[in-house]
């Protein structure tokens, strides 16, 4: 259940196929499987994670149908990476500007959260254009306790 996000998973996949299909693209069984996945899962699910859960519904799964399946997802904006996580994530917002975006990850609890602050952006822009830097995508990664941790540790 991604009850995290409050939304429900049937609506989730009626919405990313309404964008995919809006990008010219389609949404099949392989790659509706797999955002299921990622949308069910209680927190950020590694490729191979992923794999297995999907070997329990399609045998012949290999790496290489997981990453592809994975890059489209990602140029559909319909899952985010976490890079120092190397694990993915459901989107919460599939029109927003994924070059642009802050993810907050919690130590304790492995959840991450999806935010999108443009002052964070500008600030980083700003910082960069400083040292004569042209900045380009501008994701964040923060590390730290969530909400939900940090009021239960009292
Ligand atoms: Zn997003
Ligand atoms: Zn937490």
């Not at 996945?37 to 699910?45: D, M, S, T, Y």
């Not at 994975?70 to 500007?97: G, T």
């Not at 907050?104 to 609890?109: N, V």
Request: a negative charge; aromatic letters at 4%.
């Amino acid at each position: 259940m991604s009850k995290k996000r409050g939304r429900p998973l049937t609506e989730a996949l009626t919405e990313a196929e309404r964008v995919c299909l809006s990008n010219g693209a389609q949404l099949t069984e392989l790659r509706r499987t797999v955002l299921q996945l990622i949308l069910e899962a209680p927190g950020p699910l590694t490729a191979y994670q992923l794999l297995d859960q999907l070997k329990e519904i399609r045998k012949s799964a290999v790496p290489p149908t997981v990453y592809r399946t994975l890059e489209f997802l990602m140029e559909n904006r319909l899952v985010h990476k976490i890079e120092q996580l190397n694990a993915f994530i459901p989107c919460s917002d599939a029109h927003h500007d994924h070059h642009d975006v802050q993810f907050l990850i919690c130590e304790k609890c492995g959840t991450v959260a999806e935010i999108e602050d443009h002052a964070i952006v500008r600030a980083l822009a700003k910082a960069a254009e400083k040292q004569g830097f042209h900045p380009g995508k501008a994701v964040v990664e923060l590390d730290g306790i969530c909400a939900a941790c940090s009021t239960s540790a009292h």
